[in-house]
């Protein structure tokens, strides 16, 4: 007996990354500097980004069909390859301050987007949920590793239960699919609804535990409280890590099982998803008006994000999936960005209060025009890339007649900006308490650079990157 | 096979319980060892031999050990922890609530599956079967898998090790 | 027995770990109670594949129980933290995080 579709060429990516989280821990016992690592850890994001070249265009299910390389694997592989980037950069000066172990915490990033690769590439169930635990179990220790302080410590426990809860719950949802339609193979899945097994309350139920499953996963409404403590408690590029990446492979899964498993019971969970959306993005535009620490103004950001995300599979089609594949993309350069600025704001002496950013744009303009560039962008403000972004999402969501849900979408996007406001005001208006120039390490420099042409680039010119998308998600 | 299935979802039910309602740490890990016997026994039951060794050694051996030791680790010197009437009153009605609300909602999927578990039959659940299906069709899993516990292991190091050695002056996040 | 009288069990052992979870404090038990959900999910798994006759669903359930033990480690090591910090034993007591802080 032989296993079917032993493709080693199309596994490379992971493989390499495998290879680069292990040749780190080892690499941190012969060397004083830690930089190395660093360089290391983007030299195999790199070799493992030049490794996908091979798999583009082609569609093929290889590992006895456990994993599946096609162009929407693709997409999300470079999208988290490029957060894994941009958040070892942002990492680099934070880890030396903090004192935290190098090697391993680089590591830990690159297997967690191991996970990642593995939920976004598989149509079978069973590697879907081994990536996500991949990803969870990776990211219980890097949000707790900053040992001495008991915010790291608390938000890492809470975390884990809240997470390892709703494991459970996708867990059970997994087994009622697998018992009702006799296969953990999505395709095999789909087959089975359509020729009738759609009507079993059995697998109902079981819809409904993946999607409350998935849902967590996401920090959608209402479940989303774990969200908040666990971005403001964890390391701060681990919490732009998560915030971006694992949300875009947690919807990277939603997509795979919903519209490739369970498009048999589209009636059903696109109201879901609709009504999921709506008290998302509302729940978490109103909470993050009156915050008053900028990383949980980003965790409410990141849920109303969530929420506008979930239009895509709210209306189900090909520009739904699209639109949403687009604002991921965004979103990701967008929101590390944004973190890098808090980064260095953090690093720079000052805490993590929005008060803490007092006249920023006298003692760093570049950086703190930067972080106007990211808000406008999240808020949705053309010609930046947010704005196309919610531009496309909105509408998909008219072409499929959905008309109330675009107008939800514009009302939130009115309601968010004030809260993005506030913390312009506080750069540009208020006096810094002391006037010297924020130091800033070449390496955040780097990673605001990127983000933010990024972020402009996808403004300006986002029709041929829109047309990328579109074929993206054709092939779903 | 009727006997096995009745011994077995008693105690894997009473253990729950007493997981559930165990004042003291102790006494929820001697209620887990019993659900875990018990989810043993109806195994068997299921004609899933090797799941059925498999849980012992695994769960109620390694993992249930791993608890043993940190509730001895850590509730040796402290006292007893405060349990007492929950912080939040009415909050254990409510939650029961909850509890039985989810339980008639499922109940009808339950018992609408069909087939039954006789007979025992056949290499069906037995160790030759399992690895090959286990390293064959499912050999990717598997690998992803050691990927699993190999960050476990690494994560766990980190955490609670201690770090070879820090800079005099260093300053953590703490207290900022 | 008929597979329907499995999945009840599965069912009870599944809502009984989530009620430990709504009405207990104590993560060392919270922790238990996760564990008692993932054995309701896992039950429910190989009765459900017993009817498929299928072996898929011991390995599903081999892998959950593995991962499950990756994630006790991990859970016990963070809560050898949380205690080493301060010793606390209540979650209602661990509240760095939130709107009032």
């Known amino acids: 007996m032989a296993v079917t579709g032993m493709n080693f060429t199309l596994l490379l990516p992971e493989l390499i990354l495998v290879a680069t989280g292990i040749l780190l821990v080892l690499l941190d016992l012969f060397t004083e500097q830690k930089r190395v690592l660093v360089y290391a850890g983007l030299a195999g994001v790199l070799a493992s980004l030049l490794a996908l070249i091979p798999g583009f265009g082609t569609t093929a299910s290889i590992w006895a069909d456990m994993i599946q390389v096609d162009s929407l694997a693709g997409f999300f592989k470079i999208v988290f390859l490029a957060v894994t980037a941009l958040a070892l950069l942002v990492s680099l000066e934070y880890v030396e301050r903090r004192q935290i172990q190098a090697g391993e915490f680089y590591a830990l990033l690159i297997f967690a987007t191991v996970g990642m690769f593995l939920m976004a590439s598989s149509l079978n169930l069973l590697v879907i949920y081994l990536g996500l635990e991949l990803v969870a179990i990776a990211s219980y220790a890097l949000v707790g590793l900053l040992k001495q302080d008991g915010r790291s410590v608390e938000a890492s426990i809470k975390y884990l239960l809240v997470s390892s809860a709703t494991s459970a719950v996708f867990l059970f949802g997994i087994s009622l699919v697998y018992g009702t339609t006799g296969s953990l193979a999505l395709p095999q899945i789909a087959q089975a609804l359509a020729a009738g097994a759609a009507s079993q309350p059995v697998l109902f139920a079981g819809m409904l535990f993946l999607l409350a499953g998935l849902a967590f996963k996401v920090a959608a409404f209402p479940f989303h409280m774990w969200a908040p403590d666990t971005y403001e408690g964890s390391p701060t590029p681990i919490s732009a890590f998560l915030i971006t990446g694992a949300e875009a492979a947690g919807f990277a899964a939603l997509l795979r099982v919903f519209l490739v498993g369970l498009p048999g019971l589209a009636d059903a969970w696109t109201t879901i998803f609709a009504a999921l959306s709506v008290l998302t993005m509302t729940y978490g535009n109103v909470t993050a008006i009156s915050q008053t620490k900028i990383k949980r103004l980003m965790a409410y950001s990141a849920i109303a994000q969530a929420g506008y995300v979930l239009v895509g599979l709210a209306v189900a089609t090909g520009q739904g999936t699209a639109a949403m594949l687009y604002y991921l993309l965004v979103y990701a350069f967008m929101t590390v960005g944004a973190f890098a600025v808090i980064i260095l704001v953090a690093n720079s002496g000052a805490g993590e209060e929005i008060s803490d950013f007092r006249g920023l744009s006298q003692r760093s303009p570049f950086f703190a025009w930067a972080l106007v560039i990211y808000f406008l962008s999240l808020i949705g403000i053309p010609p930046t890339a947010g704005f196309f972004g919610k531009l496309n999402l909105f509408s998909a969501a008219i072409a499929a007649d959905m008309t109330w849900l675009a107008v939800v979408m514009v009302i939130n996007s009115v309601i968010s900006a004030p809260y993005y406001f506030k913390v312009i005001r506080t750069m540009f208006l208020e006096e810094a308490a002391e006037a010297e120039p924020v130091r800033a390490p070449a390496s955040l420099t780097w990673a605001t650079a990127i983000t933010l042409v990024v972020t402009i680039l996808l403004g300006l010119v986002p029709d041929q990157v829109y047309s990328w998308v579109r074929l993206v998600a054709g092939a779903l | ?176 | 027995m008929p597979l329907a009288a499995y999945l009840l069990v599965s069912l009870v052992l599944f809502v009984l770990g989530g009620l430990g979870l709504m009405i207990r404090r104590n993560p060392l038990v919270l922790l238990m109670c996760v564990e008692l959900m993932w054995n309701g999910a896992n039950l429910a798994f190989v009765a459900l594949g017993r009817g498929l006759e299928a072996m898929s669903a011991h390995v599903f359930a081999f892998v959950v129980i593995t991962v499950a033990a990756a994630e006790v480690a991990i859970g016990l090591a963070i809560l050898v933290l949380v205690f080493r910090g301060k010793a606390r034993q209540d979650v209602d007591e661990v509240n760095l995080l939130g709107e009032r802080g």
């Open chain 2, 1 to 176: 096979m009727v006997l096995f299935f009745l011994l077995g979802s008693l105690m894997a039910v009473a253990g729950a319980s007493g997981v559930v309602v165990a004042r003291k740490p102790v006494h929820g890990v001697i209620g887990m060892i019993l659900n875990f016997l018990g989810l043993a026994l109806l195994y068997v039951s299921l004609q899933a031999e090797f799941l059925a060794v498999v849980q012992i050694i695994v769960y109620a051996g390694a993992v249930m050990v791993l608890f043993l030791f940190v509730v001895a680790l850590l509730t040796a010197h402290a006292k007893p922890p405060a349990m007492g009437p929950s912080p939040l009153r009415g909050q254990g009605w409510r939650a029961g609530l909850v509890a039985v609300l989810l339980l008639t909602a499922l109940l009808p999927v339950g018992v609408v599956v069909p087939g039954r578990a006789e007979p025992w039959e056949g290499d069906f659940g037995g160790v030759v079967r399992f690895g090959q299906e286990l390293l064959t069709t499912h050999l990717l899993a598997f690998e992803a898998l050691a990927l699993v516990l190999m960050v476990a292991v690494i994560g766990v190091v980190i955490l609670v090790g201690r770090p070879p050695q820090r800079r005099r002056g260093a300053r953590g996040e703490g207290g900022s």
